[in-house]
């Protein structure tokens, strides 16, 4: 790998008194799309809020094209470079589709503004039809297309998601692997935190494994399948 769109070194990540993160590290390739995987509870969700600076990490580093984003603020995060959609798939249920894009709409690091309303909805063609409904009128699918089309719209380095497929119907979740793919096709780095392990190795060009708050295996896709053991240990299969 030449130098890693995304380092998360050494992270450590607490509630309150009770450590959860112990140690996380990892790179991401440009262009890559990361599959974090662990069983519930590991510390995947954990991982994407301290990178994203949600919940601050109590040490280590999250190195984007290498400036150091650990301890920002959440708007600080975002505005550098790092699109977080979390699990809960928050839109804004008063305003239109393609008002939830506009809103959304900036530039990237480097100035580019390669996602723009018609790309996103040539990208996410289900949610043309539904330019003018009330986001708060969306089904849970559509509701995680817009928030991984609305993570775009800023133009993001890295995008991270959490779950996306969790509790979607199986013709929808084929959807957004798709959308996925067609993403790391056009060069998009992605991270993506998911249990379910047929979905992220279907989409993912690397896999970590993280396991009671530490990464405890790290590879390619490819050497993930032929490791016999790593499944079994680590994963609810
Ligand atoms: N808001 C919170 N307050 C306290 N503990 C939490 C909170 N969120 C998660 N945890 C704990 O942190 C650990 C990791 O959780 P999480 O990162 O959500 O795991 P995963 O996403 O892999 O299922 C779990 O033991 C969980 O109970
Ligand atoms: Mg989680």
Known sequence: MSEPELSVQGLDAAYGASQVLFGVSFDVGRGETL???GRNGAGKSTTL???AGVLPPRA???ILRGKDMAGRKPYRVAHSGIAYVPEDRQVFPEHTVEENLEIAQKRGLDGTAGWTIPRAFESFPLLLPLRRRM???LSGGEQQMLTIARALMGNPAV???????EGLAP???AEIGRLIRKLRSAGTTIVLAEQNSR???AVATRVAVIDKGGIVWHGDVEQFHTDPTVQSRYLQV
Not at 159 to 165: A, G, H, M, T, W
Request: proline share 4%.
């Open 171 to 173: 013709l929808i979740v």
């Open 35 to 37: 599959a974090l995987m």
């Open 159 to 165: 995008l991270l998601l959490d779950e996306p497929s």
């Open 60 to 62: 280590g580093q999250v």
């Open 135 to 137: 986001a708060g009128r």
């Open 199 to 201: 979905f992220c190795l």
């Open 49 to 51: 809020k301290a990178i």
